[in-house]
Nanobody, 123 residues
Framework: VQVTESGGGSVQGGGSLRLSCGVS????????MGWFRRAPGKEREPIAL???????YYADSVKGRFTLSQENDKKTLYLQMNSLKGEDTALYYC??????????????????WGQGTQVTVSS
């Protein structure tokens, strides 16, 4: 499975961006997928995940501002980010987990990762 992110960039605080994640290869609609991010000086964290039971997880820090969606049987995953803040500045990664049990928020269960796309929010 190949994972490619796009849509990052620089935006002023309060602005919006939409990240896209393209998935190709041996796609299984039961797979879990989602977005993680690594802010400067911090560990990578899960922020928005679509599990293989179709449940959606949002980190508390992004609830109400970010929206996850998918199309084409999980070939494309989007992250709509609104009301962006300086603390959203990070490298954003898309990841896919190929297992039949729920992946949850542990990145251990995510097998394939993109290279990341940078999001920079200025105040």
């Amino acid at each position: 499975v190949q994972v490619t992110e796009s849509g990052g960039g620089s935006v002023q605080g309060g602005g919006s961006l939409r990240l896209s994640c393209g998935v190709s290869g041996s796609i299984d609609t039961h797979m879990c997928m989602g977005w993680f991010r690594r802010a400067p000086g911090k560990e990578r964290e899960p922020i928005a995940l679509l599990d293989n039971d179709d449940s959606i997880y949002y980190a508390d820090s992004v609830k109400g501002r970010f929206t996850l969606s998918q199309e084409n049987d999980k070939k494309t995953l989007y992250l709509q980010m609104n009301s962006l803040k300086g603390e959203d500045t990070a490298l954003y990664y898309c990841a896919v987990g190929r297992r039949y049990s729920p992946c949850g928020t542990d990145e251990y269960w995510y097998d394939d990762w993109g290279q990341g796309t940078q999001v920079t929010v200025s105040s």
